[in-house]
Protein backbone atom coordinates (compact mmCIF):
# COMPACT_ATOMS: atom_id res chain seq x y z
CA UNK A 1 0.00 0.00 0.00
CA UNK A 2 1.26 3.26 -0.72
CA UNK A 3 2.15 5.25 1.97
CA UNK A 4 1.30 9.76 2.47
CA UNK A 5 4.75 10.58 3.30
CA UNK A 6 7.91 9.85 0.89
CA UNK A 7 10.93 11.14 2.32
CA UNK A 8 14.03 11.74 0.25
CA UNK A 9 16.40 11.13 2.99
CA UNK A 10 20.35 10.10 3.14
CA UNK A 11 21.75 8.07 5.80
CA UNK A 12 22.68 10.38 9.25
CA UNK A 13 22.27 13.46 7.01
CA UNK A 14 19.92 16.51 8.52
CA UNK A 15 16.95 14.29 6.51
CA UNK A 16 17.33 11.77 9.42
CA UNK A 17 15.36 14.25 11.78
CA UNK A 18 12.24 14.26 9.76
CA UNK A 19 12.62 10.56 9.81
CA UNK A 20 12.49 10.31 13.42
CA UNK A 21 9.73 12.93 13.73
CA UNK A 22 7.73 10.48 11.91
CA UNK A 23 8.54 7.77 13.73
CA UNK A 24 7.19 9.73 16.89
CA UNK A 25 4.28 10.78 15.32
CA UNK A 26 3.72 7.53 14.55
CA UNK A 27 3.62 8.23 10.97
CA UNK A 28 4.55 5.86 8.21
CA UNK A 29 7.09 6.72 5.61
CA UNK A 30 8.38 5.45 2.43
CA UNK A 31 12.04 6.19 2.42
CA UNK A 32 13.45 7.17 -0.65
CA UNK A 33 17.36 6.24 -0.52
CA UNK A 34 18.81 9.79 -1.89
CA UNK A 35 22.59 8.87 -0.65
CA UNK A 36 25.10 12.20 -0.82
CA UNK A 37 28.09 9.83 -1.00
CA UNK A 38 26.79 8.12 -3.82
CA UNK A 39 25.70 11.17 -5.44
CA UNK A 40 21.86 10.03 -5.59
CA UNK A 41 21.14 13.20 -4.66
CA UNK A 42 22.50 14.91 -8.41
CA UNK A 43 21.26 12.12 -10.49
CA UNK A 44 18.68 13.99 -13.12
CA UNK A 45 15.50 11.79 -11.65
CA UNK A 46 16.22 13.67 -7.59
CA UNK A 47 17.13 16.97 -9.61
CA UNK A 48 13.80 17.16 -11.06
CA UNK A 49 12.43 16.60 -7.32
CA UNK A 50 14.80 19.37 -5.82
CA UNK A 51 16.71 21.68 -8.20
CA UNK A 52 19.72 22.08 -5.40
CA UNK A 53 20.30 18.70 -4.63
CA UNK A 54 19.42 18.68 -1.17
CA UNK A 55 18.16 16.05 1.11
CA UNK A 56 15.28 16.37 2.78
CA UNK A 57 12.48 16.13 0.60
CA UNK A 58 9.28 15.25 1.48
CA UNK A 59 6.29 14.19 -0.74
CA UNK A 60 3.16 14.71 0.90
CA UNK A 61 0.37 13.20 -1.30
CA UNK A 62 2.18 14.75 -4.47
CA UNK A 63 3.05 17.80 -3.17
CA UNK A 64 6.96 18.64 -2.72
CA UNK A 65 8.22 20.20 0.09
CA UNK A 66 12.00 21.12 0.94
CA UNK A 67 13.78 22.71 3.29
CA UNK A 68 14.06 21.12 6.90
CA UNK A 69 12.84 24.14 9.24
CA UNK A 70 9.81 23.96 6.71
CA UNK A 71 8.95 20.35 6.63
CA UNK A 72 9.43 19.50 10.19
CA UNK A 73 6.91 22.38 11.47
CA UNK A 74 4.71 21.14 7.99
CA UNK A 75 4.53 17.70 9.92
CA UNK A 76 3.71 18.75 13.19
CA UNK A 77 1.11 21.12 12.28
CA UNK A 78 -0.47 18.52 10.22
CA UNK A 79 -0.05 15.98 13.35
CA UNK A 80 -0.34 18.02 16.38
CA UNK A 81 1.68 16.72 19.11
CA UNK A 82 3.79 18.40 22.19
CA UNK A 83 6.48 18.22 19.73
CA UNK A 84 5.63 21.63 17.88
CA UNK A 85 3.34 23.72 19.84
CA UNK A 86 0.06 24.97 17.50
CA UNK A 87 0.07 27.61 15.54
CA UNK A 88 -1.94 29.75 17.76
CA UNK A 89 0.22 28.85 20.71
CA UNK A 90 1.92 32.34 20.98
CA UNK A 91 5.32 32.43 23.56
CA UNK A 92 5.75 28.52 23.06
CA UNK A 93 4.99 28.44 19.37
CA UNK A 94 7.88 31.08 19.00
CA UNK A 95 10.38 29.14 21.89
CA UNK A 96 9.54 26.01 19.67
CA UNK A 97 10.66 27.68 16.41
CA UNK A 98 13.58 30.06 17.95
CA UNK A 99 15.20 26.51 18.85
CA UNK A 100 14.48 24.99 15.36
CA UNK A 101 15.59 27.53 13.57
CA UNK A 102 19.09 27.62 15.82
CA UNK A 103 19.98 24.03 14.80
CA UNK A 104 18.65 24.65 11.17
CA UNK A 105 19.72 28.01 10.14
CA UNK A 106 23.00 28.55 12.61
CA UNK A 107 24.08 25.19 13.90
CA UNK A 108 23.73 23.21 10.74
CA UNK A 109 25.15 26.03 8.01
CA UNK A 110 28.18 26.49 10.60
CA UNK A 111 29.10 22.31 9.36
CA UNK A 112 27.85 22.73 6.15
CA UNK A 113 30.29 25.73 5.73
CA UNK A 114 32.84 23.73 7.23
CA UNK A 115 32.70 20.33 4.92
CA UNK A 116 32.69 22.69 1.94
CA UNK A 117 35.84 24.31 3.06
CA UNK A 118 37.33 20.85 3.66
CA UNK A 119 36.29 20.18 -0.25
CA UNK A 120 37.09 23.76 -1.57
CA UNK A 121 40.35 23.15 -3.96
CA UNK A 122 42.18 25.69 -1.95
CA UNK A 123 46.04 25.80 -0.71
CA UNK A 124 46.54 23.79 2.42
CA UNK A 125 47.51 26.76 4.85
CA UNK A 126 44.37 28.74 3.88
CA UNK A 127 42.54 25.87 4.31
CA UNK A 128 43.35 25.26 7.72
CA UNK A 129 42.99 28.69 8.96
CA UNK A 130 39.95 28.69 7.50
CA UNK A 131 38.69 25.14 9.11
CA UNK A 132 39.79 26.77 12.37
CA UNK A 133 37.77 29.68 12.21
CA UNK A 134 34.62 27.78 11.13
CA UNK A 135 35.21 24.67 13.86
CA UNK A 136 35.91 27.34 16.48
CA UNK A 137 32.60 28.96 16.05
CA UNK A 138 30.45 25.47 15.79
CA UNK A 139 32.22 24.87 19.16
CA UNK A 140 30.88 28.09 20.46
CA UNK A 141 27.60 27.39 19.31
CA UNK A 142 27.63 24.19 21.46
CA UNK A 143 29.12 26.06 24.14
CA UNK A 144 25.86 28.28 23.70
CA UNK A 145 23.73 25.19 23.45
CA UNK A 146 25.37 23.95 26.91
CA UNK A 147 24.52 26.90 28.79
CA UNK A 148 20.94 27.26 27.60
CA UNK A 149 20.29 23.83 29.01
CA UNK A 150 21.96 24.02 32.25
CA UNK A 151 18.83 26.29 33.13
CA UNK A 152 16.13 24.32 31.11
CA UNK A 153 15.50 20.99 30.01
CA UNK A 154 15.42 20.89 26.59
CA UNK A 155 16.21 23.90 23.92
CA UNK A 156 13.07 25.22 23.57
CA UNK A 157 12.30 25.15 27.48
CA UNK A 158 11.34 22.19 29.42
CA UNK A 159 9.29 20.57 27.03
CA UNK A 160 11.08 17.63 24.03
CA UNK A 161 10.37 19.16 20.69
CA UNK A 162 11.66 18.68 17.18
CA UNK A 163 14.50 21.03 17.55
CA UNK A 164 16.30 18.32 19.94
CA UNK A 165 15.85 15.66 17.73
CA UNK A 166 17.70 18.06 14.86
CA UNK A 167 20.24 19.24 17.51
CA UNK A 168 20.81 15.26 18.94
CA UNK A 169 21.49 14.19 14.39
CA UNK A 170 23.42 17.40 14.06
CA UNK A 171 25.92 16.68 17.23
CA UNK A 172 26.75 13.11 15.45
CA UNK A 173 28.89 14.93 12.71
CA UNK A 174 31.39 15.79 14.86
CA UNK A 175 33.55 13.04 13.91
CA UNK A 176 33.82 14.59 10.27
CA UNK A 177 34.99 18.19 11.53
CA UNK A 178 38.74 18.41 11.06
CA UNK A 179 38.63 19.50 14.20
CA UNK A 180 37.48 17.84 18.10
CA UNK A 181 34.18 19.72 19.08
CA UNK A 182 33.47 18.89 22.67
CA UNK A 183 30.14 19.03 23.89
CA UNK A 184 29.26 19.90 27.64
CA UNK A 185 27.55 17.76 29.74
CA UNK A 186 24.07 19.37 29.61
CA UNK A 187 24.24 18.89 25.78
CA UNK A 188 25.25 15.47 26.32
CA UNK A 189 22.69 15.00 28.64
CA UNK A 190 19.87 15.65 26.16
CA UNK A 191 21.47 13.80 23.35
CA UNK A 192 21.75 10.31 25.48
CA UNK A 193 17.87 10.49 26.18
CA UNK A 194 16.96 11.77 22.57
CA UNK A 195 18.87 9.37 20.98
CA UNK A 196 17.64 6.29 23.32
CA UNK A 197 14.14 6.83 22.37
CA UNK A 198 12.42 3.93 20.16
CA UNK A 199 12.05 6.63 17.27
CA UNK A 200 15.39 7.44 17.07
CA UNK A 201 16.52 4.10 17.70
CA UNK A 202 14.54 2.73 14.77
CA UNK A 203 15.63 5.57 12.14
CA UNK A 204 19.28 4.68 13.08
CA UNK A 205 18.63 1.18 12.33
CA UNK A 206 16.68 1.74 9.33
CA UNK A 207 19.52 4.54 8.13
CA UNK A 208 22.34 1.76 9.11
CA UNK A 209 23.73 4.91 11.53
CA UNK A 210 25.87 4.42 14.24
CA UNK A 211 25.22 6.92 17.25
CA UNK A 212 28.83 8.35 18.69
CA UNK A 213 28.10 11.60 19.98
CA UNK A 214 26.86 10.66 23.06
CA UNK A 215 29.58 8.79 24.62
N1 LIG B 1 18.72 24.55 3.89
C1 LIG B 1 18.58 23.14 3.60
C2 LIG B 1 19.95 22.51 3.67
C3 LIG B 1 19.86 21.01 3.43
C4 LIG B 1 21.25 20.40 3.32
O1 LIG B 1 22.29 21.09 3.37
N2 LIG B 1 21.26 19.08 3.18
C5 LIG B 1 22.50 18.38 3.01
C6 LIG B 1 22.53 17.11 3.87
S1 LIG B 1 22.54 17.49 5.61
C7 LIG B 1 22.61 17.95 1.56
O2 LIG B 1 21.66 17.47 0.99
N3 LIG B 1 23.79 18.16 0.96
C8 LIG B 1 24.00 17.80 -0.40
C9 LIG B 1 25.45 17.70 -0.76
O3 LIG B 1 26.30 17.82 0.13
O4 LIG B 1 25.74 17.47 -1.94
C10 LIG B 1 17.63 22.49 4.60
O5 LIG B 1 17.64 22.90 5.77
O6 LIG B 1 16.88 21.60 4.20
Redesign the pocket.
Given at each position: MSQRYQLYY?SG??SMAVHVLLNELNQSVELIDTS?SQQK?KSAEFLKINPR????VLVDNGTVI????AIITYVCDGNPSPLFPKADAGVSRAKALEALMFC?ASL?VAY?KAFMIGRATIDQASKEVLSKQICDSIQNLWNFCDEKLASQKYLAGDTFTAADILMTVIANWNGWLPQPITLGPNVKRVIREVSARPAYQKALEIEGVEYKAAA
Open positions: SACINGEVPTEGGNHS
